[in-house]
């Protein structure tokens, strides 16, 4: 069987008092080591912080931390996702639908515009000429035949 025992340490056990200020020296001072400590800083990164910051949060709230952040994340590159392909499917029904569309109906104005034409120059002529036929570019004027 193992017996602990208690060690006292004589050191501890005396009393010092400093009766003057000039044997004492400070082992532990920070200003003789600030250069150590600076060149530490400087050689560490942020990302060096940041990695040494996940052992002061317990594993169970990094894990949990982790869940939400891959769920929003998963969420997120879903919705991007059906985003893109509605954007997709709506232009390119745009352009299948619209283009001929609008094709279609600027030849129709086109059209509408010869056809309100051609009848605004057969008003003119029947105005100039009254009781003259008036003929349409493409049809043959009847030619009287002569009688033999």
């Known amino acids: 069987m193992v017996r602990l025992e208690e060690v006292k340490d004589e050191a501890f056990l005396q009393s010092k008092e400093f009766d003057d200020d000039?044997?004492?020296?400070?082992?532990?001072?920070s200003i003789s080591g600030d250069e150590a400590d600076d060149d530490i800083e400087s050689r560490e990164t942020f990302t060096d912080r940041i990695i040494a910051l996940k052992d002061m949060v317990p594993p169970t709230t990094r894990r949990r931390f982790i869940d939400i952040y891959n769920g929003v994340s998963r969420y997120t590159r879903s919705g991007f996702w059906i985003g893109a392909k509605g954007a997709y499917a709506i232009t390119v029904s745009a352009l299948f639908i619209g283009v001929p569309f609008a094709l279609l109906s600027?030849?129709?104005?086109?059209l509408a515009e010869q056809e309100k034409e051609m009848k605004m120059r057969e008003m003119g002529n029947e105005m100039l000429t009254p009781g003259a036929t008036s003929t349409q570019p493409g049809q043959d004027q009847a030619k009287p035949q002569a009688a033999l």
């Open 22 to 29: 000039d044997d004492y020296t400070d082992t532990d001072s």
């Open 106 to 110: 600027a030849d129709e104005m086109f």
